[in-house]
């Protein structure tokens, strides 16, 4: 009876496993030497596989759920172990698979990526970001990744995972020839490009990279000084003149600041400086000047008949053109407007008068 007991405490009548981990990826259900019952209950939690292996070969994989382990619902078992209907137990190894995602995963790049950027020529650039990713098919990543250890985290995988990022970033930059003043405003776009390059690789291990995140792209210091210059420069492309007037009435300001002579020096040229501007601004008002034609130049007044528009003489009593008798005063031949003995548009209603 003693050796009945003993050998019924050496089957296993119930497999379940919780993860007290957060970044356990597969866990080896420790047998102790112990067979499994034939009959006996698997408990699948929600963000599990589980997956049996005979003999290094990957056997029957479960879902989540509560198993009942019966003959029916191990065929690969049941055929590699050729167990019968009057089998009371059987040998194998059990994992336990997270399917759940393993997020806040950090990735830098080691050492620059050098690009060929149209304004900049060659350059290096460093990056960094975050990336998630899951078990996507629980078999294929036991026998491409984890193999037979009893136990399998994250970090194992992510060195390998951050390699394939970074060097699917520098396939992406290369191929798509993007400017890095471009792809430095648009990181969100590119991490979706990005995204869909590396995820093959990922795939090819059994997992899937659920999200990626380029948080900054950094340039050497030379260039980041060129772009903050060209930044400028453009901002200010349409108002040099104003610039440059505003500056020099700053260095004034700061001239007039300083004693002795040393002051007195800084006054003189900041001085000189404003001469020539004030002497190119009324240049500048005096051309404006001269191209506008003078009042004094404007031809003599004229009578405009109200019947033809016909123009008149000032003292025209009569239009020579049609005979009409003419106002005292030049009026408007469309409303009837007084206007100036030079007007060439009426002053009311616009129209031209000949």
């Given at each position: 009876?003693?050796?009945?007991?003993?050998?019924?405490?050496?089957?296993?009548?119930?497999?379940?496993?919780?993860?007290?981990?957060?970044?356990?990826?597969?866990?080896?259900?420790?047998?102790?030497?112990?067979?499994?019952?034939?009959?006996?209950?698997?408990?699948?939690?929600?963000?599990?596989?589980?997956?049996?292996?005979?003999?290094?070969?990957?056997?029957?994989?479960?879902?989540?759920?509560?198993?009942?382990?019966?003959?029916?619902?191990?065929?690969?078992?049941?055929?590699?172990?050729?167990?019968?209907?009057?089998?009371?137990?059987?040998?194998?190894?059990?994992?336990?698979?997270?399917?759940?995602?393993?997020?806040?995963?950090?990735?830098?790049?080691?050492?620059?990526?050098?690009?060929?950027?149209?304004?900049?020529?060659?350059?290096?650039?460093?990056?960094?970001?975050?990336?998630?990713?899951?078990?996507?098919?629980?078999?294929?990543?036991?026998?491409?990744v984890f193999g037979t250890n009893s136990t399998y985290t994250s970090e194992s995988v992510a060195n390998y995972l951050k390699?394939?990022?970074?060097?699917?970033?520098?396939?992406?930059?290369?191929?798509?020839?993007i400017s890095a003043l471009d792809l430095a405003s648009n990181l969100l776009e590119f991490s979706k490009v990005v995204k869909?390059?590396?995820?093959?690789?990922?795939?090819?291990?059994?997992?899937?990279?659920?999200?990626?995140?380029?948080?900054?792209?950094?340039?050497?210091?030379?260039?980041?000084?060129?772009?903050?210059?060209?930044?400028?420069?453009?901002?200010?492309?349409?108002?040099?003149?104003?610039?440059?007037?505003?500056?020099?009435?700053?260095?004034?300001?700061?001239?007039?600041?300083?004693?002795?002579?040393?002051?007195?020096?800084?006054?003189?040229?900041?001085?000189?400086?404003?001469?020539?501007?004030?002497?190119?601004?009324?240049?500048?008002?005096?051309?404006?000047?001269?191209?506008?034609?003078?009042?004094?130049?404007?031809?003599?007044?004229?009578?405009?008949?109200?019947?033809?528009?016909?123009?008149?003489?000032?003292?025209?009593?009569f239009c020579a053109e049609c005979g009409k008798k003419l106002a005292a005063e030049n009026v408007c031949p469309e409303c009837?407007?007084?206007?100036?003995?030079?007007?060439?548009?009426?002053?009311?209603?616009?129209?031209?008068?000949?």
């Amino acid at each position: 009876m003693g050796f009945f007991n003993f050998l019924k405490s050496q089957l296993l009548k119930s497999i379940d496993w919780t993860d007290p981990s957060p970044n356990t990826m597969v866990y080896k259900y420790p047998m102790e030497g112990r067979d499994i019952m034939i009959g006996s209950k698997l408990t699948v939690r929600e963000s599990q596989v589980a997956i049996f292996m005979v003999k290094g070969k990957i056997a029957d994989v479960f879902q989540p759920g509560i198993h009942t382990l019966v003959v029916n619902n191990i065929p690969i078992l049941s055929s590699l172990l050729s167990l019968g209907r009057d089998k009371k137990a059987f040998t194998a190894d059990v994992f336990y698979v997270n399917t759940k995602q393993f997020t806040n995963q950090k990735w830098g790049t080691t050492n620059p990526i050098t690009m060929r950027d149209k304004d900049f020529g060659s350059i290096r650039i460093r990056g960094y970001g975050s990336f998630a990713f899951k078990v996507n098919d629980a078999a294929l990543f036991l026998k491409e990744v984890f193999g037979t250890n009893s136990t399998y985290t994250s970090e194992s995988v992510a060195n390998y995972l951050k390699s394939i990022l970074v060097s699917g970033i520098s396939d992406t930059i290369a191929e798509s020839k993007i400017s890095a003043l471009d792809l430095a405003s648009n990181l969100l776009e590119f991490s979706k490009v990005v995204k869909e390059q590396v995820n093959e690789q990922f795939t090819n291990l059994g997992l899937t990279l659920s999200n990626l995140v380029i948080e900054n792209i950094s340039f050497p210091e030379q260039v980041e000084k060129a772009i903050d210059t060209q930044s400028s420069m453009g901002v200010l492309k349409n108002s040099m003149d104003t610039y440059t007037k505003f500056k020099a009435a700053e260095a004034i300001g700061d001239a007039a600041k300083n004693p002795g002579m040393a002051g007195m020096g800084a006054q003189l040229g900041t001085g000189m400086a404003l001469g020539e501007i004030v002497k190119e601004t009324i240049k500048s008002s005096t051309s404006a000047k001269e191209e506008k034609p003078a009042e004094a130049a404007a031809p003599a007044g004229k009578k405009f008949c109200p019947e033809c528009g016909a123009a008149n003489t000032p003292k025209a009593k009569f239009c020579a053109e049609c005979g009409k008798k003419l106002a005292a005063e030049n009026v408007c031949p469309e409303c009837g407007e007084k206007l100036a003995p030079n007007a060439k548009f009426c002053g009311n209603c616009g129209k031209k008068l000949k």
